[in-house]
């Protein structure tokens, strides 16, 4: 089920997106940040909102790099959004996927030597909806969005 | 540990009396922040400096992960009697790092510069 979801995602044409960053080298990391910001920028959301997105984004990115090794960040606005315009980041990969996901949402949790522990759960935290799937041994997938706040 | 060169050096750190400041006015990227450690390290070797200001007005994303770096750069200088003080954090940058909980362990935080040479002077 998971495993699909992930094949559906990665196979998806890019012209569904408006950003689409491969990533695979740690440069990817901040080209992936810099795009995410561009696009929120141009939707017009506050600049306190285009900092939380383009972070949020930096951090599934380098889960990506570290964890996986290779996927992909994909990025679109919806504008015709019921709520009002949002912007939909979606995390893939084909890595070794998350035994235990509420594990790795807790805050502190890495497995990682160089690190604070609070990338996903931060994530889940700057962005409006979180959702998370992720099967071992097929890979993970992290769909976020934000919505545009009226002012 | 080997000599820097050149096109190692990522920022211009400024000598001011027994301080290092250090504008950093680039995007940091992991690499980019890692390197920064690095320069840091061996200019507070060279210079015996008994404090090190970073200034990141210019820096419009900080994660997690930079967090982490800019703070085991602070507690490595700690260990060689240099304290470090970050200063000019902007608004949304602030307001990130607090939703997502960061707490720059071993950092002082300073207002703006002349706060943070205050802060310097003091250490």
Redesign the interface.
Known sequence: MVGEKIETLLESPAHEFDVVVRIAR??D??VA??MA?QLAQETGFS??D???I??AV??LA?NIYRYAKEGRIMIRKRLEDRDGPCIEVIAADRGPGISDVELVLT?GYTTYE???G??L??VK??MDSFEIYSEVGKGTVVITEKRRRKF | MKMMTYKDRVVPILRVADYLLVPIQI?L???TVGRLQKQLMEEIERTRARAVILDVRMV??????I???LS?TAAMARLMGCRTILCGIQ???A??LA????VLQELVVARDLEHALVLASLS
């Open positions: 740690e440069e990391i901040a940040r810099q910001k600049l306190a285009v900092t939380k383009a972070t930096s951090e380098r805050r160089r690190s604070l609070i990338g759960s931060g935290r700057l | 995007d990227d992991d690499s419009e994303v900080i994660d997690s992960y967090s982490y770096t085991e608004p949304p940058v307001l990130t939703q997502m909980g960061v």
